[in-house]
Nanobody, 117 residues
Framework: QVQLVESGGGLVQPGGSLRLSCAAS????????MGWYRQAPGKQRELVAD???????HYANFVKGRFTISRDNAKNMVDLQMNSLKPEDTAVYYC???????????WGQGTQVTVSS
């Protein structure tokens, strides 16, 4: 079993920055994928960024150059630094772990990010 706890969401003005953190507990291996997804009202959940096998990083096109994902395998944590935030980045952001062998997925409870003036 894996438990995920997110923190760091909130309200920020356009152009501002936020840093999301996710602490994972349970059986986590460095080869497991860890990442962030988001879901805006009325839309499907979508990938923001993830790290596979500890070093392969994927970013959604809409965040390239603005967001940076990082992972600390020793602490089982994954962070998302979000810069140059836009109103369209408003969503609930979810931490995700996908097990490398079973492909079983685990989700955090989500943290709200609101970008508004």
């Amino acid at each position: 079993q894996v438990q995920l706890v997110e923190s760091g969401g909130g309200l920020v003005q356009p152009g501002g920055s936020l840093r999301l953190s996710c602490a994972a507990s349970g059986s986590i291996f460095s080869g497991d994928a860890m990442g962030w997804y988001r879901q805006a009202p009325g839309k499907q959940r979508e990938l923001v960024a993830d790290i596979l096998s500890g070093r392969i990083i994927h970013y959604a096109n809409f965040v390239k150059g603005r967001f940076t994902i990082s992972r600390d395998n020793a602490k089982n944590m994954v962070d998302l630094q979000m810069n140059s935030l836009k109103p369209e980045d408003t969503a609930v952001y979810y931490c995700n772990v996908k097990k490398i062998y079973s492909q079983e997925a685990y989700w955090g409870q989500g943290t709200q990010v609101t970008v508004s003036s």
